[in-house]
Each structure stands twice: as structure tokens, then as C-alpha cells.
């Protein structure tokens, strides 16, 4: 029986990391090894198999598992930029400069590059829709700011509540990764960097040369995004399939399992 015992530590552990392989460890003074394969049992992306196996006294056990992970979409976020209201280039009351300024000319709209890279007034975007969960679910899932306590650098899935009325200041010579969750208003600037998805439910100004990495989405209606200095939007599908996986790992069931 120690053997199984130690096989089960194995996928527990196994099941813990996803999508990482192989897990090895031990439960107190026994091995176990596990590995993990995408897609084998199940053809579908949010299906994964795990065996673990396990020796003890010259006793091998192994236990397999399917385990279904959330579900995303990568395709629901074709924009460097997305906001449901006006944005700016250039500065409020001025708006004058082009919207290439600002976002990676060897991914959006210079031939033979086709793919549109920001859209503005986009009254359709929806989390739910985007994500494939509700807020309130995301939110419950996140590790929690404050405007108060907000480190900036930052990995995994993050909310931030910004006090009603004021505005998050994300400035300086750091660095973040994930998704981001913003409860109100923020402005960037500096040298930040984000790899990632931001999801901004206030509104949104940049400013520096802050550079963001994969989606940014400003869902407020109530004002004009403002944009100036040299930050720069870049689309990037990676960065975006690697932040929705902090949420689609989140939710982890197990399928089925059975001893070989």
C-alpha cells in the first residue's frame, strides 16, 4: 500500500503544477515519478493525463488521471489595444499624433503585416465573453491590491481595487507578468513593462515608455484614454495564451482515474 500512497502523492503533485512534467519527489523516505502529456486520452486542449508511479520494497504501482483544466480563448483578444471608449494619441486636447506611433510596426499594419493591432469605441467588449468567466469569479481567484499596497512587479493572476475617484500610478523600472486586473482608474508611465493581459475596468492613461506585451483592454465608457510620450503596444499571441493559463489552471477537475 505504500507504494499506491506514494503514487497518489505523485499526482497530487502532478495535478498541483500543471501543464509542468515531470514531478518527482518523494512522501517521507519514498520516490515517486509522475509525468504529464496534453490531449492523449481526450483531444482537447483543456484535457490533460497524468501518471504517477510509484516503488517501494520492489512493490510498482501506478495510477493514471485525466484532469480538465478551465477553458479559454486566445482568439478573443486580437488587439495590442482595445478600449470601449475614445482613445487619444497624442494627449488629451490634442490627439494628434497616429496611432502607429505606438504600437509594433513589425506586427500591425505595415505591409505585409495585415493584422489591425488597436480598436477604440468597441462597445461589445464583454468579460465574460473574453474570458469565459464571470468577474466576480476572476476576482475570487486573484491575489488582491490596493492602490496602497500594489508592488507593480507582479506575476499570475492579479486584481488591484483602486479607491473610487483616484487613479493607480504604475511608474518606474519594473517589470510585470500575468493577467492584471485593474477595479478603476489607472495611468502607466516610466519604464514599466507588462507581459501579458491588462484588463482595465476605470480608464486608462500612458505615459513614459511603458510597454505592454500581449492585450490591453479598457472596458469604462466614461472617458477618453489619453496616450503620449513613447509607450508602445505590442500584440502578442504568446504572451497571451501564457497569461490565460493562470486562470484556465485555476480550475482543475479530475476526470477519471484508474490503476495500471
Not at 519527489?25 to 481526450?42: C, F, P, Q
Not at 485593474?182 to 482595465?200: L, W
Request: glycine share 10%; charged share 15%; with cysteine.
Amino acid at each position: 500500500m505504500r507504494a499506491f500512497w506514494t503514487a497518489e502523492a505523485g499526482l497530487a503533485e502532478a495535478i498541483k503544477n500543471l501543464p509542468s512534467s515531470p514531478n518527482d519527489g518523494y512522501l517521507g523516505a519514498y520516490y515517486y515519478h509522475s509525468e504529464t502529456d496534453n490531449k492523449r486520452t481526450i483531444s482537447a486542449n483543456d484535457y490533460y493525463d497524468i501518471s504517477s508511479t510509484s516503488t517501494v520494497g520492489g512493490t510498482s504501482r501506478t495510477i493514471h488521471a485525466v484532469v480538465k483544466t478551465g477553458t479559454t480563448d486566445p482568439s478573443k483578444f486580437q488587439y495590442g489595444l482595445q478600449a470601449a471608449n475614445d482613445l487619444c494619441f497624442g494627449g488629451a486636447g490634442s490627439c494628434n499624433k497616429a496611432p502607429e506611433d505606438f504600437l509594433d510596426p513589425d506586427i500591425c499594419g505595415t505591409p505585409p503585416n495585415t493584422h489591425l493591432c488597436w480598436k477604440e469605441e468597441d462597445k461589445a467588449i464583454n468579460f465574460r465573453d473574453m474570458f469565459g468567466y464571470e468577474l466576480s469569479t476572476v476576482q475570487g481567484l486573484a491575489t488582491h491590491y490596493t492602490s496602497a499596497t500594489f508592488p507593480g512587479t507582479v506575476s499570475g493572476l492579479s486584481w488591484v481595487d483602486v479607491d473610487p475617484g483616484s487613479t493607480l500610478m504604475v511608474t518606474g523600472d519594473l517589470e510585470g507578468s500575468g493577467l492584471l486586473i485593474i477595479n478603476g482608474n489607472v495611468h502607466f508611465g516610466g519604464t514599466y513593462q507588462f507581459h501579458g493581459i491588462v484588463y482595465v475596468l476605470g480608464t486608462m492613461t500612458a505615459r513614459g515608455t511603458f510597454d505592454a506585451y500581449g492585450s490591453m483592454v479598457v472596458a469604462s465608457t466614461s472617458d477618453v484614454d489619453s496616450i503620449n510620450g513613447t509607450p508602445d503596444f505590442h500584440w502578442s499571441e504568446a504572451d497571451i495564451i501564457s497569461a490565460l493559463q493562470h486562470l484556465a489552471f485555476s480550475t482543475k477537475v479530475i476526470v477519471s482515474w484508474w490503476e495500471f
